[in-house]
């Protein structure tokens, strides 16, 4: 199993994209959340400078943000900072959306708008849309403005198994995050290759799991503050969707949705509230403050997080590994460079 970083997007981060590759990490993500962190390809800009191994990563844009032609050349210009080391992630912009007050897109304007992405990036022309106005459109650039003979990796953020089908379609990998289900993965990687071999595509793609880890010590807590601390950041985020999508609340188990409600009463809003995005997201995957560690209940760390000893951890990726995951990118929060150093030493 390959492991790699994921950071929110902020000045500084350069110095621990260095420290992931001197640890021996495949990849290094930053999120793109417009509303709620700083600008990801100023961020992998930077590190891809003070880097020259490791894989960077945009986990995830989506069509909501940017036109086809700005992420291409964004993506395209990373790609002349880091040739051949360019990961762009594309999804419906579940979270990118919601900090705006509006929903995701659709999966066909996600698979087209990747496609595109990818036919751009690739030196290749695509259709360009305004409306009802539609032109081709490919980059005019003379000399050595972006870099289209290398490749970019394309993968599609996969839930269930109609965007897996895009994946295929599209001959790109997945990234999930927080799918920790290896019956879940088995199912996106079925319907993926099913829909690879109908469309002639290779099945041999990369899988990426965004997920939180904790090394217990022998008799610590498995819900202690120090848990907590390292992967509440997801299970609020778990908590926040449930808040956005009432059919997945519905399903949540009493103590979850107990969770929610005291979620709402300290974000001061309500689930029905049109302007609650400006509370919600608070803090949207920083580190988790002490008022909110209520919120972590003892299922969302047995869902939501790697938690165990050294062996039950290593038992834990084995299984995931099994079921189709690739590679396991953590996101550190408490003590980034220490927790990076932690999981270095766990992975081979």
Known sequence: MRAGIVMTARPGLEHL????????????????????????????????????????????????????????????SLNALAPDRII????????????????????????????????????????YREGTRTSRVRFLHVGGYVNTEDPVEFVVAAFGPKVAAVAGRLGTGMISFALHAPAAWSAL???????????????????????????????????????????????????????????FRAALPQEESAAVDRLLHLRGTTATDPNRHHTLY????????????????????????????RDEIRQQINTLEKSGVNELVIQPVADPEAEMAELARLLP
């Not at 007050?101 to 290749?124: I, N, Y």
């Not at 985020?237 to 059919?247: D, K, Q």
């Not at 972590?296 to 790697?306: A, C, H, T, Y």
């Open 17 to 76: 994209a260095a420290r992931a590759e001197e640890l021996g990490f495949s990849s290094f993500w930053v999120y793109d959340t417009p509303m709620v962190h700083g600008d990801p390809f100023v961020s992998l800009a930077l590190c891809a400078k003070s880097t020259s191994r490791i894989k960077l990563g945009i986990g995830v844009t989506s069509p909501a943000l940017r036109s086809a032609p700005a992420a291409a050349a964004a993506l395209s």
């Open 88 to 127: 762009c992630g594309v999804g419906t912009g579940n979270t990118a959306r919601r900090t705006l007050g509006m929903r995701p897109t659709k999966t066909v304007e996600l698979e087209s708008f990747t496609a595109a992405l990818q036919d751009l990036t690739a030196g290749g022309e695509t259709d």
């Open 189 to 247: 990687g079925q319907a993926r290759r099913a829909a690879a071999q109908a469309a002639g595509n290779s099945e041999k793609t990369h899988t990426y799991l965004i997920s939180s880890l904790y090394v217990l010590a022998d008799g610590e807590d498995r819900y202690g503050d120090a848990v907590k601390d390292a992967m509440g950041h997801i299970a609020v985020s778990a908590l926040i969707l449930a808040v956005e999508n009432p059919a």
């Open 282 to 309: 608070h803090n949207y995957l920083g580190r988790l403050s002490a008022e909110d560690r209520d919120l972590v209940v003892p299922s969302l760390v047995d869902k939501f997080g790697l938690i165990g000893t």
